[in-house]
């Protein structure tokens, strides 16, 4: 090893002791929730149901190493080889017959089209966000005005980058619902990204943790608006706070996914993200939950964080 090397290692052993932070430093405030681990009833004609729309705001490619574990055994079995992968990014809208539009996710905002001297992302993060192959179909903010959408909050499957790239158009005063620990978590990573995602959700966000309790063992699921027209599952391991969610509908219900599992393959084979995944082993038991969830409530719809939904055929 060259003596500059060990230079290298040495700094990045201190840094990752000592440098860990978390992925924004804006101000947030929690909000303690009323969780249980009960099942999920199946709706009934008294509950109001909400209206769901998905939107894909951007193709992309990212390597596939980071969306799959590529050791486990099924990603061997059917030979995956690292490789840049096709993948999309979503937002999702809620539309509450009483209590308003709500989205999942923030989509992209304007000046991820106006090419690179306007990206509110640093130069080192833009380097590798692969943004070249960025695919962009519709920006949040011309989505909201389009459909003279009165935004009421956005929920955040987690705050990677590619999940805020549209928060920064929201009005100051919606509310940025986020999982437990989501904000407080301390990563390494988050060096390089901190400043970027402040930028990405914009100043003074109305940043809410959504603190669960601890519930010990299952999954922690809460009735969001208290009429079982939305569920929100906390699912930590991807991120500390990823959040999944279900929405109940006529024809059997949305399991949203977020990035505890980024692709159809990862679903259908039960294999959980590669790299971009900041604890596996968390992550693999929020993956079994949401397995044991489906094959109990049984939605028709399930959305992998980054690719086609699959439809269904459990019965
Ligand atoms: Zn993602």
């Known amino acids: ?160 980058l590619d999940h805020v790239m549209g928060a920064y158009e929201v009005n100051r005063n919606v509310p940025f619902y986020v999982g437990q620990n989501e904000v407080s978590d301390k990563q390494f990573i988050n060096l390089f990204v901190q400043s970027s995602t402040n930028r990405l959700l914009g100043e003074n966000a109305n940043l809410i943790e959504l603190n669960f309790g601890n519930k010990g063992q299952g999954l922690s699921i809460i009735d969001f608006f208290g009429d079982q027209s939305l569920f929100i599952i906390s699912v930590p391991g991807h991120t500390a706070g990823s959040l999944a969610f279900l929405i109940p509908s006529k024809d059997g219900g949305h399991l949203i996914l977020g990035d505890t599992c980024h692709t159809r393959f990862g679903w259908l084979q039960n294999v959980i993200p590669g790299s971009f995944t900041s604890n596996p082993n968390l992550n693999r038991k929020s993956l079994d939950g949401l397995k044991s969830l489906v094959s109990s409530y049984k939605p028709k719809y399930i959305y992998p964080g980054h690719q086609e939904r699959i439809v269904s055929d459990i019965k």
């Open 1 to 160: 090893m060259k003596k500059h090397d060990c230079k290298l290692y040495l700094i990045l052993f201190i840094g990752y002791f000592f440098y860990q932070c978390q992925v924004t430093s804006h101000q947030f405030n929690t909000l303690p929730v009323e969780s249980s681990s009960v099942q999920i009833p199946q709706p009934s004609k008294q509950h109001p149901m909400v209206d769901f729309q998905v939107i894909k705001a951007a193709d992309w490619e990212v390597p596939l190493a980071g969306l799959l574990n590529l050791e486990d055994p099924q990603s061997k079995l059917a030979n995956l080889k690292d490789k840049p992968e096709p993948i999309s990014i979503y937002f999702y809208l809620i539309k509450h017959p009483k209590l308003g539009s709500y989205l999942i996710d923030s989509g992209i905002g304007e000046s991820f089209t106006k090419g690179k001297e306007e990206l509110l992302v640093s130069s080192i993060v833009a380097s590798q966000m692969n943004f070249d192959k960025l695919k962009i179909f519709e920006t949040t903010k011309n989505f909201l005005e389009k459909n003279k959408i009165d935004l009421k909050g956005i929920f955040f499957t987690h705050l990677h």
